[in-house]
């Protein structure tokens, strides 16, 4: 007599797995491309991120932010050019490509925040406003620019 139950265990990973993936799929969606909440900043923030950008970020990224202000050419390695166009790794559930050529809104915040290799962290120094506020600022002369 055959088992009709050996197949129950493959089933309810695929089930479980095929759940895991549609959730992680509708958390991503609400942060991909969502112009809304991203990229319709008002004056104010704008003032503000270009004012703390000026302050935290001029000095390497350059006024244009094509990595070459004035402290660039001392660092080890050649600071971002935030306006240059290639594939870059959206921060949602599923890593995503963001349908925008140039750093997403979380990839700007992350690296604001924790920096990298030659990049100090800021999140000690700004607040979570204030980073939203430089993230703006960023994105919306980048997409001014173009």
Do not use: W
Request: proline share 5%; aromatic share 8%; charged share 20%.
């Amino acid at each position: 007599m055959k088992n009709r139950h050996n197949h129950y265990p493959i089933r309810k990973s695929i089930l479980v797995l095929t759940t895991l993936f549609l959730l992680g799929g509708c958390y991503a969606a609400t942060n991909i491309g969502n112009k809304e909440t991203y990229y319709t900043p008002n004056e104010e923030t704008l003032a503000l991120g270009k004012e703390l950008y000026t302050q935290y970020c001029v000095a390497c990224h350059g006024d244009e932010m094509k990595g070459d202000g004035p402290e660039a050419s001392l660092q080890e390695k050649q600071p971002a050019d935030l306006t240059a166009k290639g594939v870059h790794l959206t921060q949602t559930s599923i890593k995503g490509v963001l349908d925008y050529p140039h750093y997403s809104h979380e990839a700007i915040q992350d690296k604001i925040k924790y920096g990298n290799e030659v990049m100090p962290p800021l999140k000690e120094v700004l607040s979570n406003a204030d980073i939203e506020a430089i993230t703006q600022y960023i994105s919306a002369t980048i997409r001014a620019g173009e």
